[in-house]
């Protein structure tokens, strides 16, 4: 693996990047959150092959993976330090790749309001003031 490598190889303070307390607890929050992320994903399938997908559901499923996705990219960002945004290194493309993946086909910002619509009734699309008639 990509990261294993490099904070292993990577020395400061006399030790491996590996070894500090706070490197192996970024990469276990990126391991769970690849593993939440693969399990919504999976269940979100599931859910089409049984005809009970709506709206609502993909859009939280797609909200809240490309929230994670970015949140364990930055992570990766950060073991890396300096080299994490240079294009020599995997993360810098990683960061390019979901950016455009958080905003098209429904941004994260509309794919929640579509989940909220389904989890309220009560669509917030539109600013309330915008869609009242106005009493003057
Ligand atoms: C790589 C890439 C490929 C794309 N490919 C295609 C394609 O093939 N076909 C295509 O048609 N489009 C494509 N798009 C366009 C994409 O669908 C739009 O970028 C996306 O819908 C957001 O629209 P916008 O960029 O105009 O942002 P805006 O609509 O200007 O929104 C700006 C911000 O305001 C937020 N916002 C907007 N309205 C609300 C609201 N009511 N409540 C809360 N927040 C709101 C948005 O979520 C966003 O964060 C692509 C975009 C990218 C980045």
Request: glycine letters at 8%; proline letters at 2%; charged letters at 20%.
């Amino acid at each position: 693996m990509y990261y294993k490598r490099y904070l292993k190889e990577r020395k400061q303070f006399g030790a491996p990047l590996a070894a500090f307390q706070i490197t192996q607890q970024k990469l276990v929050q990126m391991m769970g959150n690849i593993q939440a992320m693969i399990l919504v994903g999976w269940r979100l399938c599931k859910l089409y092959e049984s005809g009970k997908m709506t709206a609502g559901r993909v859009s939280l499923g797609k909200a809240w993976i490309t929230s994670k996705a970015r949140e364990t990219v930055s992570l990766g960002r950060e073991l890396l330090g300096g080299n994490g945004i240079l294009t020599d290194f995997l993360v810098a493309k990683a960061f390019c790749d979901l950016e455009p993946i958080h905003t098209y086909e429904g941004t994260y910002e509309i794919n929640s309001l579509v989940a909220a619509r389904e989890i309220t009734g009560i669509s917030s699309f539109k600013p309330a003031a915008l869609t009242q008639r106005s009493r003057m």
